[in-house]
């Protein structure tokens, strides 16, 4: 059974930074394409990075470009996104999946995580 484990959410300031983790099991991770999703309030769920199975590949949407960094564990199995330079449109619910390739933008898994909310308010 596939579970996605999402954590590391906060409350931050403009400007600040946090680490998202995903712990993922029921699928081998070393080998999946795996990607970080946001939903904000009253927004559809989109992806804002992906990274290849061997974190040599990685993709970024362009609101993020420049300040999140995807990367990843494959001995721990965990999936990680650093977020820096965060403003309040960064605010929402974070979620990962696998994907079927790093440039995919739908998810393998119709499954999903808790997800881990971030928000960013002074």
């Known amino acids: 059974q596939v579970q996605l484990v999402e954590s590391g959410g906060g409350l931050v300031q403009p400007g600040g930074s946090l680490k998202l983790s995903c712990a993922a099991s029921?699928?081998?991770?070393?080998?999946?394409?795996m990607g970080w999703y946001r939903q904000a309030a009253g927004k559809e769920r989109e992806l804002v990075a992906s990274?290849?199975?061997?974190?040599?590949?990685?993709n970024y949407d362009r609101p993020v470009k420049g300040r999140f960094t995807i990367s990843r564990d494959n001995a721990k199995n965990t999936l990680y996104l650093h977020m820096n330079s965060l403003n309040p449109a960064d605010t929402a619910v974070y979620y990962c999946?696998?994907?079927?390739?790093?440039?995919?933008?739908?998810?393998?898994?119709?499954?999903w995580g808790q997800g881990t909310q971030v928000v960013v308010s002074s």
């Open positions: 029921g699928f081998t991770f070393s080998t999946s394409a």
């Open positions: 990274i290849s199975g061997n974190g040599g590949t990685t």
């Open positions: 999946n696998a994907q079927p390739r790093v440039l995919s933008t739908r998810p393998v898994y119709s499954s």
